[in-house]
């Protein structure tokens, strides 16, 4: 049996072979990206997703320079008191300023009725969940949220 | 996590690329259209994940891309159809597209302060469900659609949307039991008009989403066990006065024995669905001439005649991962209202793509409705865009 390229109908049955196979490669594409999740998902029970915070700015002192990598774990609090997991002793940041926690399966940012709020990408916010990117503003310091491993 | 959303893009244009590189050589001399069409395509899928990326990097592109790549699929399905209809589509998917990103580039305050004009959509949801009642015109056996002058349109496509917005509204800050009263009431009203209009399709569909929507505001399996024992009691009455329904019902248990008369649209369909095997007979191979309205609710037979039943599960996952992506962000939603609201829309479109495949494959009980993002249609196409705008606008975090 003698393939002609140019027969139509061999074209034909190619690229239909080859249209199908594309669009199941796209559905495995997808499926990766979404694999994501599912990973969250099973973390979800006890354990975090392991994000950090960058400094971006370290504009309250401390012990921190610009680059620095905090983990959030499953907790973090932040302000000005020493027993505070993440230190900014600046007189502009409140005592307990704000905590990050860890609740069904997203990190959550709660504002602890600081004197001059919490910014997330510039917006006042009482509570919000966090997501990778975010940039969070507390007094001078910038921090963003970061997934990477 | 971008890397691969490149290597996805990338994807879909090589699937739409071969797609019309097949249809332009099913004619002779070769079809330039097919390369207008590709191109048009590639530089929407081009343009509008660059604007998304730019603008709103933390938003989910996935979701568009999902829908997009269903789009292709309904295209290449449309162009080898016939050109006049494709080229339509491709207009009315433009229109859909810069309605999309108008929606999302423009709604720039959280979607939540919306949630204030609930009577205005409860005056939306009945105008629009009454309105074909009154002065629609009968096509294809069902009495939904208004013509003003030369164009016509489906004003229950509009109402769906409408309630969707009034039911989050209204169940967003639901506490005691007797705020369910007036949606229920506008449900039923909803329910009753598509009745009236023998639009049984959307009429199961305005079911599915309140039902959800309802359990999703209150938690309560209460509502659900009464919702389907309603829905069971207003089936067997209409069942009992109404002789299209039971026509229905009649083609779907025994489709063989009215093959040249009621059921001649489902078994061409099932036929079409079966001479295409998994991998189809190729493009412009099929007679997809024997099926009826093989340009919008029977698309998923005539897909599957010449694309392959593969192809036909591959729509179908598609709309499972769109589904369960819309959800995703409906969990990230800060609010009742938009909650409410991305939950109801995802479900609009996934029981759509249920009720329709359900429907051609001869699953459940046939009853006309488009196929989300791929059937021909101006109307359809134009709402399944703005929900998805809807559903893009709040993955990005509503505020």
Known sequence: MRFDLLDLSFFGILLKIVLIVIIYIIIVQALKIMSRDVKRGSLAGGKNLGWKLRIVYPGDGGNFVEGDSVPIGNKLTIGRNKFNQM???????SNYHAKIY???????????????GTFINGIVVDKKSLQPGDEISISQTVLTVTDDE | MTKRLKTLQFLIYLFIFFGFLNLAFLGKPIDPMAGVFFAVITVIVAVTSWVLKKYYPMGDRLIFLLAMLLCSIGMIMLFRLSRTIALKQLVWLIIGIVMFLFVVLYLKKG??????????????????????????????GAKNWVKIGPYGFQPSEFGKIFLILY?????????????????????IISLGFMVLQKDLGTAL?????????????????????????????????????FGHIRKRF??????????????????????AIAMGGLFGRGLG???????????????????????????GLAILILHFLLFYRSIRSALHAENNF????????????????LVIVGGVTGFIPLTGITLPFVSYGGTSLLISFLSLSIIQKVSEGDE
């Open chain 1, 87 to 93: 230190v900014l002793p600046s007189p502009s940041v």
């Open chain 2, 250 to 271: 009649m083609i779907w248990l025994n489709p063989w024995d009215y093959v040249y008369n009621e059921s001649y649209q489902l078994v061409q369909s099932m036929y």
């Open chain 2, 205 to 241: 569909i305005i079911f599915a989403v309140s039902v959800t929507m309802v359990y999703l505001a209150t938690s309560k399996k209460l509502y659900v066990l009464i919702s389907l024992g309603l829905f069971g009691a207003g089936g067997a009455a209409s069942y009992a006065v």
């Open chain 2, 338 to 353: 938009t909650k409410l609201l991305t939950a109801g829309l995802s479900v609009m479109t996934a029981t759509q793509a």
């Open chain 1, 102 to 116: 860890f609740e069904d399966g997203r990190y959550m940012l709660e504002d602890l009725n600081s004197t001059n």
């Open chain 2, 167 to 187: 039911l989050s509204a209204a169940l967003s800050d639901i506490r005691s039991r007797k705020q369910l009263i007036e949606p229920g009431i506008v449900i």
């Open chain 2, 111 to 140: 979607l939540v302060k919306y949630a204030g004009y609930r009577y205005v959509f409860l005056a939306g949801t009945i105008a629009f469900m009454a309105m074909a009642t009154f002065i629609g015109v009968e096509i294809l």
């Open chain 2, 285 to 311: 191979m099929g007679h997809p001439g024997y099926v009826a309205v093989n340009e919008s609710d029977f698309i998923f037979s005539v897909i599957c005649e010449e694309m392959g039943l593969l192809m």
